[in-house]
C-alpha cells in the first residue's frame, strides 16, 4: 500500500484540492489519520509476540508488545526452540497493559508467554511509522474515510467565517454526509472478509457498518 504522501495525493485530489488551497497537509494528514483508527477497529493488525517473565505470577506486563489494543490468546507454557504440541492455551483477563493468567500453573520467573493480540495498523511516515501494514486492497477506504473527514471539519470550521459564503459550509456538509456514508458501506464489506475467515457462512456483502457501541476488535 500507498505511504503517507501518495495517499494524500489521493486524498487532495478526491477533494480538488490538489494545491492545499483549502486544507493544509496537516489537516489531511489528520483526517487520514482518522480514517485509519475506524478502519483499524474494523480490522486490525494481527500480530505475535513472546514476553519472557522477570518474576513469579499470575500478573503479566505486555507493555513490550506496542500497540496493542485486544489480546486474543495467550499460551504458556511456551518454549521457543521446542514449542508445545498442542499449544496450552490460558484464560485469561486484561488489565489495561497487565495480563492476568486465570487458570493453571502460576508462571514463574524465565517463563515465556506467546502473545496473540490484535494492534492498529499504521502508514508509512504518518506519526514516523517505518511501514505500511494495511493491505493494498483498502486503500481506497482510508481515501474515503480521509475525505470524508476533512470535509465534515472544513464545514463546522467555516460556518461564520468571513468571506465564506452561507451556502459553502452547507455544501460540504452535505458532500461529507455522502462520502461518510460510503465509507461506513466499505467498512462493513471490510468486517464481513473478516469474519469470513472465521466462518465462511458469513455473507460476502451487508448492509454497512456503524458500530455504535464502539467496541472495536475481531
Known sequence: MSDLAALRDLVEMDLDDAGNATWSTGEVDRSIKRALVEYSRVSPQRAVGTVLL???????????????????????PYTSTDP??????????LW??????????????????RVYYHKGHTIKDLDAAASTTV??????????????????????????????????????????????????????????RELRRIDKRVPLHGGGWRDEGKQGGI
Do not use: C, N
Not at 518474576?55 to 507493555?63: F, M, N, V, Y
Not at 508488545?65 to 486474543?72: D, I, R, S, W
Not at 508445545?84 to 483477563?93: F, L
Open 84 to 93: 508445545e504440541d498442542p499449544p496450552e492455551w490460558r484464560r485469561w483477563e
Open 135 to 192: 493491505p493494498g486492497e483498502d486503500e481506497e477506504v482510508i481515501v474515503l474515510g480521509a475525505g470524508a473527514y476533512a470535509a465534515m471539519q472544513k464545514a463546522r470550521g467555516s460556518v461564520g467565517a468571513a468571506g465564506v459564503s452561507t451556502e459553502t459550509p452547507e455544501h460540504w456538509l452535505r458532500w461529507a454526509v455522502g462520502r461518510m456514508d460510503a465509507f461506513y458501506s466499505a467498512l462493513g464489506d471490510v468486517r464481513l
Open 96 to 113: 489495561g497493559t497487565t495480563l492476568y493468567i486465570l487458570d493453571g500453573a502460576e508462571p514463574v520467573s524465565g517463563d515465556s508467554v
Open 54 to 76: 522477570a518474576a513469579d505470577g499470575r500478573e503479566i506486563s505486555l507493555a513490550s508488545l506496542t500497540g496493542l489494543t485486544a489480546v486474543v490468546r495467550a499460551w504458556h
